[in-house]
């Protein structure tokens, strides 16, 4: 695609579901990285895939989170038992090699009850 | 660990103003430097990238600079129009992420 895709938009849970983000990078960038942004916060690094894998986990906020990329494409982003402090706004970016510019797409803003 | 802050917090000027927003980092060893906006409600645009081999990087109106030893970047907006207002963000690579600093919420005034 154009520019780097995100789905959901918007995604209203309740406390204790798993949820699934979905980044879909540019074609052909080898970079993605995941962000989030609670409100009146600011950016927080969470992990980054160069290919398939990722070098550091440890910017995951705790052992519920979890990512993985496959196919040196969509990556997806995994929230078990989710908790209210989880609600922020999701975002992805890709690169086409990790120390380049970076494409960020719309996020999902996630919402725990 | 490395921090980066952002002066000013918030500015407000009128348009047609040549302006500077200031990116400081306590930890020199950074592999590159890349400044985004983010308007309210959306994602960020990417502006400038500056590798640390790098001292500036210009784009249109845009110019921004970059001083490793001293831990600091800036970004020059030459003639601001109110479309420039956003939040505006530097952020660092430093080995395995990167850190974004507090930002700068811009207002230019038509």
């Known amino acids: 695609g154009a520019g780097v895709s995100q789905s959901p938009s918007n995604k209203v849970t309740e406390k204790g579901k798993d949820v699934e983000l979905r980044c879909d990078p540019i074609s052909g960038h080898t970079a993605l990285y995941w962000y989030r942004q609670s409100l009146g916060q600011g950016l927080e690094f969470l992990i980054y895939?160069?290919?398939?894998?990722?070098?550091?986990k440890s910017g995951l906020p705790s052992d519920r989170f979890s990512a993985e990329r496959t196919g040196g494409s969509v990556s997806t982003l995994t929230i078990q038992r989710t908790q209210q402090e989880d609600s922020a706004v999701y975002l992805c970016a890709s690169s086409l090699l990790v120390f380049n510019e970076q494409f960020f797409g719309p996020g999902t803003r996630l919402t725990v009850l | 660990k490395q921090e980066v802050t952002q002066i000013p917090a918030a500015l407000s000027v009128p348009e047609g103003e040549n302006l500077v927003l200031n990116c400081s980092f306590t930890d020199s060893a950074i592999y590159n430097l890349q400044w985004f906006r983010q308007d309210p409600g959306k994602g960020l645009t990417s502006l400038l990238l500056?590798?640390?081999?790098?001292r500036e990087q210009t784009s249109g109106r845009l110019n921004a600079s970059l001083d490793k030893s001293s831990g600091r970047s800036t970004l020059y907006i030459a003639a601001s129009q109110p479309g420039d207002s956003a939040t505006y963000l530097c952020?660092?690579?430093?080995?395995?992420?990167?850190?974004f600093g507090t930002g700068t919420r811009l207002k230019v005034l038509a």
């Open positions: 952020a660092v690579w430093r080995t395995y992420k990167y850190i």
């Open positions: 500056i590798q640390s081999s790098q």
């Open positions: 895939f160069q290919g398939n894998s990722a070098p550091d």
